[in-house]
C-alpha cells in the first residue's frame, strides 16, 4: 500500500492578511489547498479550486464545520 505524504506549504504573512496552505500528495501534486480569513474562518478547496468545506471558531474555541453546501457537518469543542 502506498502512503500518502502530506507536506504542508504556509505562507507567511501579516496577522491582518489572511493564510494560505497547500497540500501536497506523495507524487508532488496538488492535492488541496486552505485559505484563512482575517476573520479566522477556514475554506478548505480541492486540487481543482472547488470548495470542499467550510470551518468556523467561535470565541468560545469550538470550531464548527461545514460541508461544501454549508450544511453543518460537526463541531469540536475544547475540553474544559
Request: charged share 20%; glycine share 12%.
Amino acid at each position: 500500500m502506498k502512503r500518502l505524504a502530506i507536506i504542508l506549504l504556509l505562507v507567511v504573512t501579516p496577522a491582518h492578511a489572511q493564510t494560505s496552505r497547500t497540500i501536497y500528495g506523495s507524487d508532488g501534486r496538488v492535492e488541496a489547498r486552505t485559505s484563512t480569513g482575517t476573520n479566522g474562518a477556514t475554506t478548505i478547496f480541492d486540487a481543482r479550486g472547488r470548495v470542499t468545506g467550510r470551518t468556523a471558531t467561535d470565541s468560545q474555541g469550538t470550531t464548527t464545520i461545514y460541508d461544501a453546501a454549508g450544511h453543518k457537518a460537526g463541531t469540536v469543542t475544547k475540553p474544559k
